[in-house]
């Protein structure tokens, strides 16, 4: 892979790296030859990022030359987002208060080299504000009240290095450039797709032998495919296509992957949409019924109609937080003192909640839904003596039976219900969850992510199934691809 630095004047350049070619902004912007160049990596460097400067402009159409930049233009556009770097210091405080705590108070300024610092005890948090914003240098200045508050984060030009951190930032700036990004791929690997996944995480959308066949039907059509993990996002624009096999959340990191996939132009499943629509209850309930897709009497709760919950409902009832998962945060109550207390707890995370009958029944169906086409269907069983496939209690999880049976088996009603549902949400990977009741199938909800365990879901397509995944991502790419060089 080629590697271009792009900078406002070359000749002001005074950091000399063996193996990359320093440019001018304008020569990049505007030289044909360049605009044609394949597998190339270009750090920007420039004075500016400012809108419509020539800095801007180097990004934008990186991105659009498939040219893999750093900063890309969605960083660029985070870095100005004030809420966003808020949110970030949020997700790393803890880190913070410890890096810093040596420091005493009054103000500290910590300027980062691809993700390294002069001072070897903020290495971490460095390499955090790298990885959440991927920059060649960046500048966080942190000041002290009562504990540690990053009061701004932007982009440092090369211009403005301390002169006495220059020889650091060449070092570290060699050292990201030498060191190996990923294996290399096969003569038969066409594109590169990552696959975010954290095998400590309890109760993951997919197990390590799933994800092992995963990586292995990848293969089969054509990707180097490579596990990642959380702090590999500044990783990202080294890879075509982005599949995310942790649960997800809009205020998570796995939100932020998938938005930073898609303004790269890559591939990703989920996408952000799907995470945004499929994560939150209201939003779904009022979709379903909108678009007149059955769902089981519903009502959305707040402080002021806490009163007409039973009267609606009746008892048992179900109440839900609006981003519960794997049924947790899901809640059945029997009463009016359970249900007071219930809706304590809940409303004091969420300023609003979903309230369902109780639909009483032996399994919920799940189908997976892909690329607008059902791919699996499975019964999932409730836990012995409990309400819900799942029972967590004392630390202790059990599971409720299942069984896989073929698409074209299953109740032609329970498909289309499943079909249409899904395409409300988009055309990415979905599970659909529908109860039974008679001859009548109400819609529970829509995941995003979906679990897919080896010897659960693909029990009857076996490594068919894996296949189907990556086929689907295959021709995206392809697309995109295409777009890219036309």
């Not at 193996?19 to 750090?43: F, I, N, P």
């Not at 790269?264 to 499943?269: A, D, L, Q, S, T």
């Not at 609606?312 to 003192?337: H, I, N, R, W, Y």
Request: charged share 25%; net charge positive.
């Amino acid at each position: 892979m080629k590697t271009l630095i792009v900078v406002n004047n070359p000749q002001e350049w005074s950091l000399k790296l063996d193996g990359v070619e320093v440019v001018s902004a304008r020569t990049y912007v505007m030289d044909a030859a360049y605009a044609r160049l394949k597998d190339v990596k270009v750090y920007n460097m420039c004075k500016s990022y400012r809108y419509q400067t020539i800095g801007y402009y180097v990004s934008l159409l990186a991105t659009a030359r498939n040219h893999r930049p750093m900063p890309d233009v969605m960083t660029i556009q985070d870095l100005k987002s004030q809420t966003l770097v808020k949110f970030a210091s949020e997700d790393l405080d803890q880190m913070i208060q410890k890096s810093l705590k040596p420091l005493g108070s009054g103000r500290y300024i910590l300027d980062i080299y691809f993700g390294k610092s002069v001072d070897k005890k903020l290495d971490r948090v460095a390499a955090q504000f790298f990885n959440l914003f991927p920059s060649p240098f960046l500048r966080a200045v942190f000041t002290y009240t009562d504990k540690w508050t990053l009061t701004s984060l932007n982009s440092l030009a090369a211009s403005e290095i301390v002169p006495d951190h220059k020889g650091f930032a060449v070092n570290a700036a060699e050292e990201y450039f030498s060191k190996p990004k990923r294996i290399v791929r096969k003569k038969s690997a066409r594109y590169d797709l990552a696959i975010l996944y954290d095998p400590k995480e309890g109760h993951g959308p997919s197990n390590e032998k799933a994800m092992q066949k995963f990586v292995k039907a990848a293969e089969s059509v054509g990707f180097y495919a490579e596990l990642i993990s959380k702090d590999d996002m500044s990783r990202l624009a080294e890879f075509d296509a982005l599949f995310i096999r942790q649960t997800t959340s809009v205020n998570h990191f796995t939100y932020r992957f998938a938005r930073r996939a898609e303004a790269n132009g890559m591939v990703v499943i989920d996408d952000p949409q799907s995470i945004l629509r499929c994560t939150n209850k209201v939003y779904l309930a009022e979709l379903m019924d909108k678009n007149k897709v059955p769902i089981p009497k519903t009502m959305v709760v707040h402080k002021g109609n806490l009163d007409q919950i039973a009267q609606t409902m009746g008892f048992p009832c179900v109440l839900k937080q609006p981003d519960s998962a794997f049924s947790l945060g899901v809640k059945k109550v029997s009463s009016q003192e359970e249900l007071e207390k219930t809706c304590e707890v809940l409303l004091s995370k969420s300023e609003l909640l979903i309230a369902q009958e109780f639909l009483p029944t032996e399994f919920d169906w799940r189908v997976g839904v892909l690329d607008g086409q059902p791919l699996y269907v499975c019964k999932y069983f409730m836990v012995k003596k409990h309400w819900q496939i799942i029972q967590s209690e004392g630390g202790k999880t059990r599971y409720g039976d299942f069984e896989t049976i073929p698409v074209e088996h299953a109740p032609t009603k329970l498909i289309k219900t499943a079909v249409k549902a899904a395409n409300l949400i988009g055309d990415g990977l979905y599970g659909v969850d529908i109860k039974q009741v008679g001859r009548e199938y109400y819609l529970i909800e829509v995941n995003d992510n979906p679990s897919i365990d080896a010897g659960v879901e693909d029990q009857y397509l076996k490594d068919e199934l894996y296949r189907r995944v990556m086929r689907v991502f295959l021709k995206r790419v392809e697309e995109n691809s295409y777009g890219h060089y036309a």
